[in-house]
């Protein structure tokens, strides 16, 4: 894989922002409806936390929560909540008690109740970085060379990738809420399967998942956590490196994220680029995409330098 995609997303902004979809495209209605729900399949947990965030648009609240006992350590996510009603009244610093509803595709807390009030400090809204650089200042960025490590151990760089079509994701091992990291992974493995079992399939496709918490997985854990979903190495790695170099990965393809003493908050990317090295594509994380990225993957791994220019092959 050449430069050019990565150098793409340094210097022109603009073609990457039409690419871009965000989790808030998936809406609460796409939550099936309580009375469909086996009850043998919820799991119910009862729980603190502090609001962080009202996102009404979204119907979802950002929580800063206490650790969940048997289920997740205390961290800062966005949950979906059944009903809007659940929100009226919600503001940034209200101390909640709320039940969190977990099935094995989806989640959402109701049942909130407000007992009390904490001063949070004001959210300062990030300076805009220049939406265009120096499109000659620098055609071959060092990250496309940095050698991360993936679940074996092995040091990798993206330029390993030449000629090659990627799925590129970004998550972390600890994340429990089906909709997010597990459903990325989710895709990941059933576009795999989809894409081996295919006769007429190319070979040259590969799919990283890129973990952003750089302390807790470790090679080791996550070569555990691919093996929990029947990975194959030849055709999707797992990848981990220091906090820097993945931190300016994943800001470079549009992923947000914040940490806290181990505790991310994140928005979710999946980046699909071609064999010539372009940015195909992006996709959100709501629902299933393996269909879909089995289908730009097949595309992607048709293109060459020449048919990216336009020049018929």
């Not at 039409?18 to 399949?41: K, Y």
């Not at 939406?131 to 200042?137: G, P, Q, S």
């Not at 973990?211 to 080791?220: I, K, L, N, Q, V």
Request: neutral net charge.
């Amino acid at each position: 894989m050449n430069s050019q995609w990565l150098w793409r997303l340094f210097t022109s902004a603009l073609p990457f922002s039409l690419w871009i979809l965000s989790l808030s495209g998936v809406r609460s209605a796409e939550l099936p409806p309580a009375s469909n729900q086996d009850a043998g399949s919820v799991l119910c947990f009862a729980t603190r936390g502090v609001v962080q965030e009202v996102r009404p648009a979204e119907q979802t609240l950002v929580i800063r929560h206490e650790t969940i006992t048997n289920y997740m350590p205390a961290m800062t996510m966005p949950f979906r909540v059944r009903t809007s009603a659940e929100m009226a009244g919600l503001k940034r610093g209200d101390e909640i008690a709320f039940q969190l509803f977990v099935t094995e595709t989806n989640s959402w807390v109701q049942h909130i109740v407000k007992t009390g009030k904490v001063a949070l400090p004001e959210i300062k809204t990030p300076a805009t970085p220049p939406r265009e650089m120096n499109a000659t200042a620098r055609s071959h960025h060092p990250l496309l060379d940095y050698k991360f490590t993936n679940e074996l151990g092995q040091a990798v760089s993206l330029n390993d990738f030449r000629g090659t079509a990627l799925a590129i994701t970004f998550f972390y091992t600890r994340c429990p809420i089906p909709e997010y990291c597990p459903r990325l992974s989710k895709n990941f493995q059933a576009a795999t399967q989809k894409l081996i079992a295919r006769p007429d399939a190319p070979t040259n496709w590969h799919f990283l998942s890129i973990s952003f918490d750089s302390t807790f997985d470790t090679p080791e854990m996550l070569k555990v956590y691919g093996a929990s979903y029947q990975a194959d190495p030849a055709h999707w790695s797992f990848l981990t490196g220091p906090a820097e170099q993945i931190g300016e990965l994943a800001r470079q393809s549009g992923l947000t994220y914040e940490s806290t003493n181990g505790i991310f908050n994140h928005d979710f990317r999946t980046l699909i680029v071609d064999a010539a090295g372009h940015l195909q594509t992006v996709f959100p994380t709501g629902g299933d995409l393996s269909d879909a990225i089995v289908e730009e993957i097949l595309k992607a791994a048709s293109v060459t330098n020449a048919s990216a220019a336009g020049i018929p092959r």
